[in-house]
């Protein structure tokens, strides 16, 4: 089957803009997870999805960013007004399920630039 | 929160040597896992512990966590250029489902 799958893979927009950015999980992993990688640093929890709610949006930077779920399927993250250290990668991952015993599985990333 | 040190932030190495990255937590940890992202890829699962002194051998990676389960540790034997990129370790943090990923250790691997 095939993996996890983000769209775009690259994403340059203008500062102020408003970007959506697309995660397509595992079929049947109810666990989806957002991440923010900047250049050369470690993975950022943003939000965590079991099924279409959301229990932890504990990590979103702040109210210009905002993550929806449909069922158990794709994902979008919204960043809205985009500022200039919106800049990094942006990773999904899903597990089968949310426990800690679950290994997850990662997508490709969207790499946004702010200009 | 919890938080989580790894050591070295980045290595570099002659081809044939041996690696070691290291990771530690303040708080007792349930199970670590282990990722490894290539330069420009993804981060890829490596392996999970779950338990006190547990050790793992993935062919020349031999993966350990202390016996306080507080400490967990990556070591690659004979390092080969394909072993280059960023390994990170992952507790689970102090919810079920969600893990703390490390700053990360950079290999690189001189030919």
Known sequence: GAGVSQSPSNKVTEKGKDVELRCDPISGHTALYWY???????????????????????????????????????STLTIQRTQQEDSAVYLCASSPSGTWNNEQFFGPGTRLTVL | GQQVMQIPQYQHVQEGEDFTTYCNSSTTLSNIQWYKQRPGGHPVFLIQLVKSGEVKKQKRLTFQFGEAKKNSS??????????????????????????????????????
């Not at chain 1, 999805?49 to 229990?55: K, L, V």
């Not at chain 2, 072993?83 to 919810?95: E, I």
Request: a positive charge; proline letters at 5%; charged letters at 20%.
């Open chain 1, 36 to 74: 923010r990688q900047r250049l050369g640093q470690g993975l950022e929890f943003l939000i965590y999805f079991q099924g279409n709610s959301a229990p932890d949006k504990s990590g979103l930077p702040s109210d210009r960013f905002s993550a929806e779920r449909t069922g158990e399927s794709v």
């Open chain 2, 74 to 111: 990556l070591h690659i034997t004979a390092t080969q250029t394909t072993d280059v990129g960023t390994y990170f370790c992952a507790p689970a943090g102090d919810s079920s489902y969600k893990l703390i990923f490390g700053s990360g250790t950079r290999l690189l691997v001189r030919p």
